[in-house]
């Protein structure tokens, strides 16, 4: 599917290839790409919020789950270990997120929707 596909940050060219496998320090096994029009090398989470991200997703999602649910800045810093600048950092990630989870989120109520109606 073009949407989703993979893209070169520097000639925007499709025609990006696996190069090589990488380990991270924190986030397990990833797959390095390569242009094949230009001499750029590629990361999938390259112009991703999870760029340059140190911590698992699933320690920031807890965070942001407590703190959305009422936990304040310095009980969620206590609680979590994590300095409070850090934290509004992630805040601020997920606030870039919020108009993708919400159309994402209608979409599938929208199908949903389709599919117990077909069924009926």
Same mark, same amino acid.
């Given at each position: 599917?073009?949407?989703?596909?993979?893209?070169?940050?520097?000639?925007?060219?499709?025609?990006?290839?696996?190069?090589?496998?990488?380990?991270?320090?924190?986030?397990?096994?990833?797959?390095?790409?390569?242009?094949?029009?230009?001499?750029?090398?590629?990361?999938?989470?390259?112009? =991703? @919020?999870?760029?340059?991200?140190? *911590?698992?997703?699933?320690?920031?999602? #807890?965070?942001?789950?407590?703190?959305?649910?009422? %936990?304040?800045?310095?009980?969620?810093?206590? =609680? @979590?270990?994590?300095?409070?600048? *850090?934290?509004?950092?992630?805040?601020? #990630?997920?606030?870039?997120l919020h108009r993708v989870l %919400?159309?994402?989120?209608?979409?599938?109520?929208? @199908?949903?929707?389709?599919?117990?109606?077909?069924?009926?």
């Amino acid at each position: 599917m073009e949407l989703l596909r993979l893209k070169c940050p520097a000639c925007h060219s499709s025609d990006i290839q696996h190069h090589s496998p990488s380990t991270t320090k924190n986030h397990g096994g990833r797959v390095i790409d390569k242009c094949e029009n230009c001499p750029t090398y590629v990361s999938e989470t390259k112009h =991703t @919020f999870l760029e340059g991200l140190k *911590t698992p997703v699933s320690v920031m999602w #807890q965070v942001i789950k407590a703190r959305t649910d009422g %936990l304040g800045l310095q009980a969620a810093t206590r =609680t @979590f270990d994590t300095a409070k600048n *850090t934290l509004l950092a992630w805040e601020r #990630q997920c606030v870039d997120l919020h108009r993708v989870l %919400l159309l994402s989120t209608l979409v599938h109520e929208f @199908f949903a929707g389709v599919i117990a109606g077909d069924e009926a």
